[in-house]
């Protein structure tokens, strides 16, 4: 075991902008106390390639071979298709900023006696505990590796992606849960999820982001000039988003932004942009207001004190306004949530005062939260 050495297991690999920003601003929190933090380049093939297809003759896998032929075709047209300027711009993020090194790592069984290896080693934050179609659970972002446990391991901040587990994936999730020396989640429907399936208790904390109070580092090294914009940053659906848009467009006269998504199924809303991470953050912070319907494009919104509206996701996607919707009403911003099919009086609902100095006491409290967990872990890891 090295001294102060944190190994860190998140998806820092994904060219998707709250993923590589939340990884840089857990980093960043040990790297500002002088501490060895990296990433472990854990890069397992399918969680965006799709991985190997399940006994593909089988028709009882054929909706987990499905998902992998979809990820596969996806994967495929990200590397034909997708804007390369931007993937470089990743990659030299990932490089630069996150400090990712080493042999990329694609199995559980390369990780043995990883924990013997570190003083602390911090499962979080994302949707790391969000059972994927065709994986379910993965024992490595529990921290359940082969070979020896030495180190303290704690997760910080993971979410599930919605307000419940599948049953399917219960008996699992009691034995991971049980492997971490401490817990920590970013919803509190994770906190009863917790404690219903392992009977541990659970520390709420904020996303990694809000463990700081500026991003400048980020903002002084983007170029990106632009200003007085809509930012529309819109992941899985257009619908609702596309009309809040177009709404507000006309009433101010001005033009909508929004960030390339490969992933994305639907049609154009306004100006398609290629940004990097810290051009993203630019973006935001020079808005004149900012309509999303993803958790950390609601995060640096309330970050950059941006006017903003949350559309909510239709449908069978519903489930996943979990995460924004426990975030606003921690800061008093539950106003701020717009159901995607009741999009009257967008204007006057964006332009509706918001109290920066009541939201920003809450946040405070938010982070005071983060800091304590993380702090008194790190203590616990550093006296063994």
């Not at 924990?115 to 505990?129: A, H, M, T």
């Not at 004190?305 to 996701?313: D, E, H, Q, T």
């Amino acid at each position: 075991m090295q001294p102060n050495r944190i190994g860190l297991f998140t998806y820092h690999f994904s060219d998707n902008f709250g993923a590589v920003l939340q990884a840089y601003a857990l980093r960043k929190w040990f790297i500002d106390r002088g501490l060895d933090a990296h990433f472990v380049n854990y890069h397992p093939r399918y969680v965006e390639e799709g991985g190997d297809f399940i006994q593909p003759f089988n028709p009882k896998y054929w909706r987990m071979n499905l998902k992998i032929l979809y990820l596969k075709l996806s994967h495929t047209k990200s590397i034909l298709l997708g804007n390369k300027e931007q993937a470089k711009r990743f990659q030299s993020f990932r490089t630069e900023m996150l400090g990712v090194e080493g042999k990329r790592l694609e199995h559980l069984h390369e990780l043995n006696d990883l924990g013997d290896k570190y003083r602390l080693v911090v499962c979080g934050s994302d949707q790391i505990w969000n059972p994927s179609e065709q994986k379910g659970l993965d024992p490595a972002y529990f921290l359940n590796f082969p070979g020896k446990q030495v180190a303290h391991r704690i997760s910080y901040a993971p979410s599930f992606g919605r307000d419940i587990l599948p049953a399917a994936f219960h008996q699992q999730a009691t034995t991971l849960f049980h492997g971490l020396s401490s817990i920590s989640v970013r919803e509190k429907s994770g906190i009863d999820i917790v404690k219903q399936l392992s009977n541990r208790s659970a520390t709420l904390v904020p996303d990694p982001t809000f463990l700081h109070d500026s991003y400048q580092e980020l903002l002084t090294i983007s170029n990106e000039q632009r200003e007085g914009h809509i930012f529309c940053y819109a992941l899985r659906t257009g619908q609702g988003i596309r009309e809040a848009c177009e709404q507000t467009a006309q009433h101010y006269n001005i033009n909508i932004l929004s960030p390339y998504n490969v992933h994305r199924r639907w049609q154009e809303i306004g100006e398609t942009v290629y940004p990097g991470p810290a051009d993203w953050l630019k973006l935001i912070a020079n808005a004149k207001c900012v309509m999303t319907n993803s958790f950390h494009g609601t995060v640096f919104a309330i970050l950059f004190k941006r006017p903003f509206l949350v559309i909510g996701l239709p449908g069978a996607k519903k489930g996943l306004n979990e995460r924004a919707k426990n975030l606003l009403a921690q800061l008093g911003l539950s106003d701020r949530f717009v159901e995607g099919d009741a999009l009257d009086n967008i204007v006057a609902r964006l332009e509706a005062p918001i109290n920066w100095a009541y939201v920003d006491e809450c946040r405070q409290k938010m982070k005071a939260a983060g800091d304590t967990f993380l702090a008194e872990e790190l203590a616990k890891a550093l006296a063994k």
